[in-house]
């Protein structure tokens, strides 16, 4: 088995870390419907979202890689890490529940990354500035195809709505991890890296509401609760999460094909 | 749980693949709505980036020529060369006719 690698500290790195794993593994939990998906042409759109996430992922990986600075490209990043040096929100690695679970998370999520690209293409760092500018138009088509799953589903069936209300009541305490401003995040912004996710909340409340109010759902209160993926303390599911992704990688190190 | 069961309407997909050039058809999907036909189409037929435009029609408001009229319809071509304008001498400058 391949050791694991150490990374560094520094707030830019985790700041980056933070997009690049959130993406990489919001892109595992849509890659598992491939398959599944209820229909075929979801199927491949889950897909095909999926793809988008892992080249958002990969590129900010490597740009993480090239600030470390210590010779760990995006592959060793994403497959020799070990589950707390792992920076992604917790909402992503819950498992993906059932279609309504996966589309109230593409739409949370999508929201969220189209906010935070938008911004991002202002970044101090030009290459991070052009990852934005390309992400921000997948982001776009992420957010307006799980949007209109959203309505469709809590405007739709007795069954359709009461699994959306679940999925609801299930994920929306997982938000509130989104904008937990913390130490890295008011560094990024102070150096002009990026903004303090915090201030994306205003926007994506205000987004997720139309969303909802279309679907004839509302936002749960909100709670206590506050996940701690950000800061590497993850759930339980992140573990299991890893082990496949990274399983082929660990056992013939460096394999191609 | 059957009157719930219903399968999605079939939908007939064209795509441009070029400013300029016309919109071919390319395939057929199942979606729920116009809008949902447009956002699978633009998933499933233009992901290799065959596409600057997408039509969707529904395929029940095609109307097709009927298969077993092709003899009466189209054999009737078949010996009329003279409907090919290949009589004519066309002038050097003019290209790609």
């Given at each position: 088995m391949h050791a694991s690698i150490e990374i560094g500290t520094s707030a830019a790195l985790q700041y980056l870390l933070r997009i690049g794993d959130t993406a990489l593994i919001q892109a595992q939990r849509l890659a598992e419907w491939c398959g599944h998906g209820p229909a075929l042409e979801e199927d491949i759109a889950l897909s095909n979202m999926a793809l988008d996430l892992i080249g958002q992922a990969r590129a900010v990986l490597a740009l993480a890689g090239a600030l470390e600075?210590?010779?760990?490209d995006e592959d060793q990043l994403a497959f020799l890490r070990e589950e707390r040096d792992y920076r992604n929100v917790t909402l992503v690695e819950l498992?993906?529940?059932d279609f309504a679970a996966t589309a109230l998370r593409n739409a949370m999520m999508a929201t969220f990354f189209r906010l935070l690209w938008e911004r991002l293409?202002?970044?101090?760092d030009r290459e991070l500035a052009a990852i934005a500018g390309k992400a921000v138009k997948e982001a776009r088509y992420h957010q307006r195809h799980a949007a209109d799953w959203v309505v469709r589903l809590g405007d739709g069936t007795a069954q359709s709505r009461a699994r959306m209300e679940r999925a609801l009541i299930d994920?929306?305490?997982?938000?509130a991890e989104l904008f937990a401003a913390d130490a890295v995040d008011l560094e990024a912004a102070a150096s002009g890296?990026?903004?303090?996710?915090?201030?994306?909340e205003a926007a994506w409340r205000e987004e997720m509401e139309v969303i909802l109010g279309e679907a004839g759902l509302a936002a749960p209160a909100a709670t206590p609760f506050l996940s701690t993926g950000k800061q590497g303390?993850?759930?339980?599911h992140l573990g299991y999460v890893l082990a496949e992704m990274q399983h082929l990688q660990r056992a013939y190190p460096g394999g191609v094909w | 749980m059957s009157d719930t069961k219903q399968e999605w309407p079939l939908w007939e997909v064209f795509v441009r693949?070029?400013?300029?050039l016309d919109h071919k058809h390319c395939g057929s999907l199942h979606a729920a709505d116009a809008p949902m036909a447009i956002q699978v189409a633009r998933d499933v037929?233009?992901?290799?980036?065959?596409?600057t435009s997408i039509w969707v029609v529904r395929s029940d408001q095609i109307v097709a020529s009927d298969p077993g009229e092709k003899g009466s319809y189209f054999?009737?071509?078949?010996?009329?060369?003279?409907?090919?304008?290949?009589f004519y001498k066309l002038p050097a400058a003019v290209d790609h006719m």
């Open positions: 600075g210590a010779g760990h498992p993906r529940g293409r202002e970044s101090r994920l929306w305490p997982y938000a890296l990026g903004p303090a996710w915090s201030e994306l303390a993850h759930s339980e | 693949s070029k400013s300029g037929y233009t992901r290799r980036q065959e596409g054999d009737p071509a078949e010996d009329k060369v003279y409907r090919h304008p290949t």
